[in-house]
């Protein structure tokens, strides 16, 4: 099994970027496809950007395109988002998961471990 840690979500200002890590320990990264999903206050998780277990092909949500940048570090067990251009409808607690078969998807239940979330707040 994989630990996943997310870490730093912070508040910032719209138009600005921030670097979201997610540290695996327990197995390693390179076992497993990754994601980065968040979810606003009363709604579902939703994927927003995914990367395979190599870390040689990403897949992104429209939402996100352009903006944000999945990455991979296996060597060190870390997976990173890189978000720019942020809007205050990005704004919500944001999720590292990971799934062995999980291909590219965007789809909560492809994911079989989860982060417990860090929160990113976009104010205009």
């Known amino acids: 099994q994989v630990q996943l840690v997310e870490s730093g979500g912070d508040s910032v200002q719209a138009g600005g970027s921030l670097s979201l890590s997610c540290a695996a320990s327990?197995?390693?990264?390179?076992?497993?496809?990754m994601a980065w999903f968040r979810q606003f206050p009363g709604k579902e998780r939703e994927g927003i950007t995914a990367i395979s277990a190599g870390g040689g092909m990403t897949n992104y949500a429209d939402s996100v395109k352009g903006r944000f940048t999945i990455s991979k570090d296996n060597a060190n067990n870390m997976l990173h988002l890189q978000m720019n251009s942020l809007k205050p409808e990005d704004t919500a607690m944001y999720y590292c998961?990971?799934?062995?078969?999980?291909?590219?998807?965007?789809?909560?239940?492809?994911?079989?471990?989860w982060g417990q979330g860090t929160q990113v707040t976009v104010s205009s």
């Open positions: 327990g197995s390693s990264a390179s076992n497993y496809y």
């Open positions: 998961a990971a799934g062995r078969r999980a291909g590219l998807s965007l789809t909560e239940s492809a994911y079989n471990y």
